[in-house]
């Protein structure tokens, strides 16, 4: 059974909304933080943003600070990504993962986390 798995993503025009959602299952159950992470073509792969389980607490890279929102559904094991005014340069693959502990600092640091999903593509046409 897959751990995480990704779904929503596809093409939008700029300025347009697009909401992704991480289903999670089995081992990722007893998890503690989710994180979105993206990766372009020939970029490094970087954090959107991430949630706490429990309570809720958010972080949020600055470049999509005011944009996008990042919520979550205890009772579906299952976390969205709301994106909203995109712009061309969010275009990525996007992708959700898993850690077992909560901490700002690190929630860009692709190691901390033990599971991920397999992406879904966005693309932002301008």
């Known amino acids: 059974q897959v751990p995480l798995v990704e779904s929503g993503g596809g093409l939008v025009q700029a300025g347009g909304s697009l909401r992704l959602s991480c289903a999670a299952s089995?081992?990722?159950?007893?998890?503690?933080?989710m994180g979105w992470f993206r990766q372009a073509p020939g970029k490094e792969r970087e954090v959107v943003g991430g949630?706490?389980?429990?309570?809720?607490?958010?972080y949020y890279a600055d470049a999509v600070k005011g944009r996008f929102t990042i919520s979550r559904d205890n009772a579906k094991n299952t976390v969205y990504l709301q994106m909203s005014s995109l712009k061309p340069e969010d275009t990525a693959v996007y992708y959700c993962?898993?850690?077992?502990?909560?901490?700002?600092?690190?929630?860009?640091?692709?190691?901390?986390?033990?599971?991920w999903g397999q992406g879904t593509q966005v693309t932002v046409s301008s």
């Open positions: 089995g081992r990722t159950f007893s998890s503690t933080a």
């Open positions: 993962a898993a850690r077992s502990f909560w901490t700002a600092q690190t929630m860009g640091v692709p190691s901390t986390y033990d599971y």
């Open positions: 949630i706490r389980w429990s309570g809720g607490s958010t």
